[in-house]
């Protein structure tokens, strides 16, 4: 991960190196790699492959309106407003996206575009540094939390050698499924950004 700078977000000092913030916590993509919960979607870029890649979650499968699809701007953009079940009105009512030109939910999902979702990862899912593929995530929020280990703290201390006053300010917290093995989160990549 030194040398993925995505979207050139973080500049190239100090990546993947131990104070690198990516290593916080175990994230999402990775939780499902593994949990075997990774599909390869360049086959079937559609609203029936989003469905069947939604039926690789585990029960509960987010049916109760917890599941969000996580999508890259390039994927939205480039795939899914084109889906034709959503395109036209005839299909999709006044929130079809030739008229409202975005797609909000897409099979009761909520659709959240997130530029930390990339497009220039390999056929594998992973970054290598070479083409230009994307992917998207199907996530039941219900099963992940944000924990805090301990609240903020801020500690000065005055250097008066130097004449200065350093503050530093701290927080622990945790990201994590409150299921250990569970596909809660699937990874589909290998989707073509353009």
């Not at 995505?6 to 993947?16: D, T």
């Not at 086959?43 to 309106?65: N, W």
């Not at 230009?132 to 703290?153: D, E, F, S």
Request: proline share 2%.
């Amino acid at each position: 991960i030194e040398s993925w700078n995505a979207r050139s977000r973080w500049g190239s000092s100090g990546l993947g190196g131990a104070g690198d913030h990516r290593r916080c916590w175990l994230g999402l993509r990775a939780y499902a790699a593994d949990n075997s919960a990774t599909v390869d979607g360049s086959g079937a870029e559609t609203l029936a492959g989003i469905l069947s890649d939604r039926s690789q979650l585990d029960s509960p499968h987010g049916t109760a309106g917890d599941l969000v699809m996580i999508v890259s701007p390039e994927y939205y953009l480039a795939k899914m407003l084109d889906f034709e079940e959503i395109q036209t009105i005839d299909k999709f009512g006044p929130s079809a996206s030739v008229v409202s030109g975005s797609v909000s939910k897409i099979a009761g999902m909520p659709v959240i575009l997130s530029e930390f979702v990339t497009a220039d990862l390999h056929t594998s899912g992973l970054f290598t540094g070479s083409l230009a593929k994307t992917g998207y995530l199907l996530v039941n929020r219900n099963r992940w939390k944000m924990g805090v280990r301990r609240q903020a703290l801020v500690e000065v201390d005055k250097d008066i050698t130097r004449g200065v006053i350093n503050c530093v300010s701290t927080v622990r917290k945790a990201f994590f499924s409150i299921d250990s093995t569970k596909k809660n989160v699937v990874w589909s990549y290998n989707h073509s950004s353009s």
